[in-house]
């Protein structure tokens, strides 16, 4: 592994040494979804190889991939039956071993999904335990007694439904905080977490970049197992605040640190939601147990919620506080990933644009409101091209357990089915694992075959080769953006520079400035379906990125047109 010569800097006292994912552009694949090579109508690793090229012209330099290992697909392969193993839907392991070497090849890493906080129903080890209740492999799983034949007590599962399944006709029960399918591994079994760090050591010498750790705030458990206060009709308890960041969880964390991922100096992302903020630099930077973790604070924002469509705004408020206050109390510790798309959230231009105010300006602005914030940028497969939601008119035409899930919530709280599929179309993850939109023939290219799940139709206007060489699309200004970030001149900046928020009192504008020693680079995101005039306090000495084709300047006034997004380096 390619690691770049060290250096010290010191931020607010505390050094960030300098490595060699600092200055990662990176971008998720749902391989499901990207690109079909045999015809089965399912993506696979030999498809993600034949767009190596179009990732390297982009800029990209880092790729996350969702999991890949044999698994019965009920979580999609979140739900792991042999860690070992590629899932033959997505080819072969020597397919992997040619994808890690042909990325290498264009300067990209490869990030695989490290998936253990469960594993599927299907995996050895839960069928050795369930064979055998007094076997070590029971020990390996979260298995307790039922009381009165009800489970072990009422949490309810993150998809839904009680977290316990009962084991036969046992009194025994065992924990799954996600489907039933996907069995809780026992993190306090000292033998199966070594087993688990050699895992992810085979998978690391075999020259991956790192992983994204899924779900990895779950791993301890609050081993009280009270029955707590129901807080819906169907008497179950969010177990949340007792499967999530636990105490004791740093434990387990700082170990699996320190038996794999420090050993290779690789680069992990957790995938960590509610740490509060005076934790955070315990899970990310130099000393944290990830290299970075995923901003999250954006996910539950949706302009189309009732609390958000008559004040669009507002949204663009609270939004910009939460961004700010994120880099805030990461300064100085490490480097978030910046997302605004991923495989478990709708499209981004559906969740934060008004419909009626979708347009090429809008959408590119959006693009580049946290793009240049201190961080990661991470870019969601078809993020690039403004892939759109795809609603359903009947729930069968959706394939994911949550979607399933929270239709039937609702249509137990007594719904009515129009405006329960309403919900869902405005709700569901799925819309964000169509098939990736590369041309205007069959599939939008994606597949010669059937596709596992429906092309949208919009694929005829939003495709990559129609945007390939269309210097005002989506894609050509994605481009852009990656080529500022990573220009020489001003990386040092976006790296380490500090986020100065900048125009507060001018609502609906997202404006901030890198700055590092005597270089000042300034953002501004004007939200509003309008323009605003404001005043600027340095001269400009370089427009960096500019949605519109001109910058109106009066004096020290810059007048920013509706959804305008300028970047520009300051005397
Ligand atoms: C993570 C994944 C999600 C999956 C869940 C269970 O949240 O991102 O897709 O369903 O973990 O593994
Ligand atoms: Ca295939």
């Known amino acids: 592994m390619a690691v770049s010569q060290v250096y010290l800097r010191y931020a607010m006292g505390i050094k960030m040494n300098k490595k060699w994912w600092h200055n990662t552009i990176g971008y998720q694949i749902y391989p499901k979804s990207f690109q079909d090579s045999n015809g089965d109508g399912i993506g696979d690793i030999k498809g993600i190889i034949q767009h190596l090229d179009y990732f390297k012209e982009l800029g990209i330099n ?16 979140y739900d792991i039956s042999d860690y070992e193993q590629i899932d033959p839907s997505f080819g072969s392991n020597e397919d992997l071993d040619e994808l890690i070497l042909e ?3 264009r300067g990209i890493k490869i990030l695989m999904d490290l998936v253990v906080n469960h594993t599927s129903d299907q995996h050895e080890w839960f069928q050795k335990a369930m064979e055998d209740l007094h076997s070590k492999y029971a020990d390996y799983y979260i298995i307790k007694e039922g009381s009165k034949g009800e489970p072990p ?22 924990l799954h905080i996600f489907t039933k399918e996907q ?54 308890a969010s177990g949340w605040d007792h499967f999530s960041n636990v105490e004791g969880i740093e434990i387990f ?9 420090n050993v290779y100096e690789c680069f992990t992302i957790g995938e960590v939601n509610d740490v509060k903020p005076e934790e955070l630099k315990r899970y990310l930077g130099e000393d944290g147990y990830f290299s970075s973790i995923f901003d999250f604070c954006h996910t539950n924002h949706r302009v189309r919620d009732k609390k958000w469509v008559n004040n669009p705004i507002e949204m663009v408020n609270e939004l910009r506080s939460l961004l700010f206050s994120k880099q805030e109390y990461a300064n100085g510790y490490g480097l978030l990933c910046n997302i605004i798309e991923n495989h478990d959230l709708p499209r981004a231009i559906d969740r934060f644009i008004p419909e009626k105010y979708i347009n090429y300006y809008s959408k590119t602005m959006l693009g580049a409101i946290n793009f240049f914030l201190k961080g990661i940028p991470f870019i969601y497969q078809g993020q690039e091209i403004g892939m759109r939601d795809y609603p359903k008119k009947k729930i069968e035409e959706f394939k994911d357990p949550t979607t399933y899930n929270n239709y039937y919530e609702h249509v137990s709280r007594g719904d009515l089915e129009e405006n329960v599929m309403g919900k869902i179309n405005i709700e569901t993850r799925e819309h964000s694992r169509t098939p990736m939109q590369w041309t205007d023939n069959k599939n939008a290219g994606f597949s010669e075959g059937i596709p596992w799940f429906e092309v949208n139709p919009n694929f005829k206007e939003i495709n990559v080769r129609k945007q390939y060489n269309d210097s005002k699309s989506l894609l050509a200004f994605y481009k852009k953006m990656i080529a500022v970030r990573k220009r020489k001149d001003l990386e040092e900046t976006f790296i380490n520079g500090e986020t100065v928020p900048k125009y507060m009192e001018s609502s609906g504008v997202i404006a901030y400035e890198r700055v590092r020693d005597n270089q000042r680079i300034l953002v501004i995101n004007n939200c509003n379906n309008a323009s605003i005039t404001l005043e ?18 009066d004096q020290s006034d810059i007048k920013i047109m509706p959804f305008q997004v300028v970047v520009m380096e300051m005397q």
């Not at 007590?153 to 029960?173: C, D, H, L």
């Not at 964390?253 to 991922?261: A, I, R, S, V, Y």
């Open 62 to 77: 880092v790729i996350w991939i969702c999991p890949v290992y044999k698994s019965p697909m009920v979580d999609h392969g």
């Open 103 to 105: 990325a290498d090849k």
């Open 153 to 174: 007590n009422n949490w309810r599962s993150i998809f839904g439904g009680s977290a316990w399944e009962r084991i036969g006709n046992t009194n025994k029960y065992y």
């Open 183 to 236: 069995p809780d591994l026992n993190w306090e079994n000292k033998e199966l977490r070594e087993l688990l760090y050699d895992m992810v050591n085979r998978w690391l010498e075999k020259g991956l970049g790192g992983f994204r750790i899924d779900a990895i705030s779950h791993i301890k458990k609050d081993f009280n197992y009270k029955n707590l206060p129901a807080d819906g009709k169907d008497g179950l």
């Open 253 to 261: 964390l700082k170990e699996l640190k320190e038996k794999t991922f």
């Open 536 to 553: 600027l306090q340095e001269d400009i000495k370089d427009v960096l990125l500019n949605n519109y084709d001109q910058i109106m300047l």
